[in-house]
């Protein structure tokens, strides 16, 4: 069904097949045509379903489009355009849309000078952000071609007059689908597709998107179930310049305060000697932080020059900045990740990573932003933090050069975006579920739903849970059980699909004050975590948590004091599990010259040569693996090191599992091994994960070995579904969830919900949704999003696999102080807690701690 | 430290001598949650009679007094209020020949239930020595007992963070000894008397010195001190 475009047409072939006044345009304009052009214009003008991958600036907007304006240009010739809407742009990014109009706008108005006459192609723009009288326009006078996001679409699906319009579309184009399928707005949109491809049958599909894999699962995943697909995959035009910097020859000796400085200069010296640097740091505090510093250390350098930009800062600060960025007023903008994807953002010439991208993916899109004319080279540096990160970030190059693109996880059956989806047909039209359960099993991502999953949804939107004489409350879709028919329910019905649409939860952003003065807002995970006298870093400054109340955060600023906590743990991203494969491959190569006594200046020679780092890297990383190999030896692909380390100056054992994986895999194997540990013991246990590896660490001994023997037993997902039952993050999954199913309305009645009074009500939220069943819908799809889409089971499935069938050696050894390896792991503190005694037992214990403590006095009182 | 005499915790109810006292039910807090768009169904006052239940089966007590918040809205009565405040009435007739219904902060509208079961309301009820009020305003006179709800007072362990404990506290407040009752809705646990911010007027000074039981399993916990606990 999914079959690759071998050749793409030549110049003369389009020109032939194009109108006169699109080919001559295209003459005077280009000459000729980009590859991603002719792999595509001749396809979509036939109709076809095509999925077409290309790196940025490679013409993507006119391979998409150019069919598609000839086709409009040769009716108006005929006078035989309609008033209805022949093309239909997707994009996930509402900033993206005027950009297109404008692309579309200047190459329709030089035809125009062309043909000599105006054509009569409407184009129209509805987002978010369209008016009410901008609607109605449309209404009468409809585009051409529509430019619109997911949501927008579900919208205009779920409205009579503007589905009419919809009705036998041509073509559906999705832009940046690498970054939409990854997530429920892609699911989302699958659905919308559907939806769509029901009121146009002879609808083609466009698909644009980065370079990604698998590649025939985002073709499949683009036209859904049982179609066919051409995949065109446009090759990297540009030369790619990439290197990884360590700011000092030796990353170990040097100070915090050292590595600081050097780091900063070095920073400067690459932004000195360019004209404009774009700063990825991955988190917003690492924004905030490099934006400080720069200023502090070169305050004649930096002033009005600088920029950050991340997600926490206000809309009007980042168009802001992106708008001076565009005029090329700035020499540097630093930003979390949020300037990954998006708009035009002008002449970059250099791409700066601190600490790793985590992925190929991700850091051949953010290369992408400089450079950005077709032919120039992309230049991007990635400065390293550690030596952890310099192996991480030297396999990553090497990966990124053979374009070894990580596989992107698609998630599928999400029963929260089903049911508003669901909900959605109802609002517009009768129908018989049968039909919506034949047009949803066409979609890629719910291609294997079970129809007792579906049929659970529709009782759940017909509102049947809960005591008889609530269920009016909770009803949203009006059932008819005999006939199997739906329909809208109630006067509300439309209103509260219309204004509580979407997949993304709400910015749960606490309120930090000091006093009565507002400071900023921090992440409410990042809340979570921390616990009264904590220093962190917000905005720059250092301040420490008080109390919180409802939404809002105490702090009190302790100007200079050195944080406890490291900021914005949920933000961290996770190292991809391919990148993860390909570490441990290397480990394990290095560990075979190790073995084979090959010399020091042999395996400095391979690792230069495998890795093409410099002479220092080298250095360093041999001497890192080296270290770990002398102390209890080098875990690698086949082997996983299980290292015993006992701190006698505290009363705790780590058992730290070299596991390197990705966190997404290491969430969930020390939850599965921690709560199989609790369970043996009977006491709550403490574990750290990170991308190399996790520990799991309580008072008393730990007894991994049967813990492994009882993992590779049972089945994974069943003690999963036990092990994270008590977590925060289910917890706050589920809240989303339910926000998505509507469950829980953002809308409701005219009054818009603050999150404080969601937040309140999510813990409320869970016991009471067990009391409907352990295993209501919503409550499944949190656990599956949990454990399939914020974790990756299905990889640690694999690796219990290969412990059980022996292909990965589990070696145990015993450590008083901690190997190279596990040093960052143990130091970084815990990620959670798994509890495993119940309620009374744990305050059983308190209670005997306490009697430990006061004994005396206290039966001296009494 | 022993509580003072003729009182009795049986898990969320202070008894003294025979009168029962139970604080901050907020009935109806679901139907506040369906009107602001939270559809879940209500299961509280089940699990407020159930727990009622085990107490009485512990007790003899022949008066009961309701400190104050038995319903959650402020302003009007809800349909839930209504259906749900009078069942739990009626519940309690079954088991004590006398209910006293203390004025709570969130009670302003609460006379047209009470009247349907010919119950009074009251600022605050006085036995012997020992008053009960609600604990959002102070009391113009004081007694040597003083018993409050208002505050929810729970409690959290720096070993398990993510877990809050309902707790009674006990401690002086001028003269008088202070009750603080825990709220005996199921559905909130309280707010952690270890991050010290309180609403009350009764809890403005330092509470250091509070005594605390946990109600967690059958029989209350004396943990000692708020500062013991703080150094756990």
Known sequence: MISIIKKPNTNEEIFSKLNPITSKWFKQKFGSFTDAQRYAILNIEKRE???????????????????????????????????????????????????????????????????GKEFGINLGVRTGDTTQYERQKMLKKPPHILITTPESLALMLSSMKFKELLRGAGWAILDEIHALAENKRGVHLSLSLERLQDISPKMARIGLSATVEPIEDLAHYLVGHGRICKVAQVKFAKKFDLQVISPLPDLIDATYGQMQRAQYKKLHELIDTHKTTLIFTNTRAGTERVVHDLKEMYPSKYIENIGAHHGSLSKRHRVNIETKLKEGKL???????????????????LVICLGSPKSVARLLQRSGRSGHALHETVKARIVVLDRDDLVECSVLLKNSLARKIDTLHIPTNCLDVLAQQIYGLAVADRWNIKDIYALIKKSYCYQNLAYGDFLEIINYLAGNYGELEERYVFGKIWYDEETGEISKRGSQGRLIYMTNIGTIPDQTGVLVKTGDVAVGTLDENFLERIKKGDIFILGGSTYQFQFSRGMVAQVKAVPGKQPTVPSWYSEMLPLSYDLACSIQLFRRNIEDHFVNKKSKNETLDYI??????????????????REQYLYVGLPHNQKMLVEFYQDDTINKKYVVFHSLYGRRVNDVLSRAIGYIIAKLQKRDVEIGIGDNGFYVA???????????????KEELGKIMKVAIEKTEVLKRRFRHCAGRALMILRQYKGQKKTVGKQQVSSMILMKAVKRISDDFCILKEARREVLEDLMDIENATKIVKKLKNGSIEVKQVHTTVPSPFALKLVTQGYTDILQMEDKVAFIRRMHKNVLAKIGKKHRLEE | MQLPKHFKIIDLALQYKDTLIIGDLQLGYETELHKQGVLIPSFQLKDILKRLNNIFEQTTAKRIVINGDIKHQFGSISEQEWREILQLFDYLFTKVREIILVK??????????????????????????????????????????LVIGHEHPAISFPKRPSEKYKCFLVGKWKKSTLFILPSFNPLTEGSDVLQENFLSPFLQENINNFEVYIVEGKKPLHFGKIKTIKKL
């Open chain 1, 49 to 115: 379903n095509i999925f077409i991958t290309s790196p940025t600036g490679s013409g993507k907007t006119l391979s998409a489009f150019s069919a598609i304006l000839d086709h409009l240009i040769t009716l108006s010739g005929k006078n035989k355009l309609e008033n209805k809407v022949y093309a239909i742009y997707i994009s996930p990014l509402k900033a993206l849309t005027r950009d297109i109009e404008i692309n579309l706008t200047g190459p329709l108005q030089e035809m125009e000078k062309i043909a």
């Open chain 1, 331 to 349: 020499k540097t903008v630093v930003c979390s990740t949020s300037l990954e994807l998006g708009i035009d953002i002008g002449y970059i010439d």
């Open chain 1, 608 to 625: 230069h040569e495998y890795l093409s780092v410099d002479e220092n890297a080298c250095k360093a990383i041999y001497n890192y693996f």
């Open chain 1, 698 to 712: 309580s008072e008393k001994n730990i007894q991994v070995l049967r813990a492994l023997e009882i993992l590779k």
């Open chain 2, 104 to 145: 709570g902060n969130h009670d302003l509208t609460l006379r047209p239930i009470a009247k349907k079961r010919n119950i009074e309301i009251q600022d605050s009820y006085k036995i012997d020595e020992v008053t009960i009020l609600h604990g959002h305003k102070l009391p113009k006179e004081t007694t040597k007992t």
